[in-house]
């Protein structure tokens, strides 16, 4: 069935340098996408959303970036800290408001 | 600052028994979400709640698991004889209801099968 994927299951980042992480997406009806960050023991929080309408959308230290011909999402985190560690799920609407989740992509930041 | 709650926050059961999980929308929601997560994976839909009403349940099994969200109180997530498989964080959501609007998850009820 139709799935939200994630390249990478984990990654590894230097304080301070930007972190980039991708999401494949094989719905293209979806027109909504989101990502989480998720830390131990808590929910995934709401970190920056993007419809359908749009290829780029920026928040604080955020960008998100999507490119619909061939179904990729991406999540830019500049200047990365230790707080940003964390797994972050892309999560995209496939209609009746029924979110479908990737797998995570655990982010580690190194000092 | 009240976001979505859910209660317990850990919930041991032995098989057999029921579980009941319990979530409060954030003020202002009427819509209601569970999604299900297993250790290292994301999270899989489960059911989709308005008040009174259930929109969705295309994610949740067939027997032993039900939802509900009445007129007063918070929404429910009822499973009836737990086995060791149900073990699991489950996480509730909401959202005001329109579909490029995101929903705002509560911190999980992780169920434990002894």
């Known amino acids: 069935g139709e799935s939200v994927g994630l390249h990478l299951p984990t990654l590894s980042v230097q304080e301070g340098d930007n972190s980039i992480i991708n999401c494949a997406y094989s719905n293209s009806a979806s027109d909504y996408f989101i990502w989480y960050k998720q830390e131990s023991g808590k929910g995934p929080q709401f970190i920056i959303d993007?419809?359908?309408?749009?290829d780029k959308r920026q928040g604080q230290r955020v960008t998100v970036l999507l490119n619909k011909t061939v179904k990729h999402l991406s999540l830019q985190i500049a200047a990365t800290q230790p707080g940003d560690s964390a797994v972050y799920f892309c999560?995209?609407?496939?209609?009746?408001?029924?979110?479908?989740f990737g797998q995570g992509t655990r982010l580690t930041i190194n000092p | 600052n009240a976001g979505v709650m859910q209660n317990p926050r850990h919930l041991v059961r032995r098989r057999g028994q029921e579980a009941r999980l319990r979530c409060s929308p954030m003020k202002g929601h009427s819509h209601v979400y569970w999604y299900r997560q297993l250790p290292e994976e994301g999270l899989k839909f489960m059911v989709y709640l308005q008040k009174e009403n259930i929109i969705d349940e295309s994610g949740m099994p067939k027997e032993r698991f039900s939802a509900e969200f009445p007129k007063e109180g918070p929404s429910i997530l009822r499973i009836q004889q737990v086995v060791r498989g149900d073990s699991a964080a489950y996480f509730c959501?909401?959202?005001?209801?329109?579909?490029?609007?995101?929903?705002?998850f509560g911190d999980g009820t992780r169920l434990s099968i002894l």
């Open positions: 959501a909401s959202s005001p209801g329109q579909s490029d609007q995101p929903q705002h």
């Open positions: 993007i419809r359908s309408n749009m």
């Open positions: 999560a995209e609407n496939q209609g009746a408001q029924k979110l479908v």
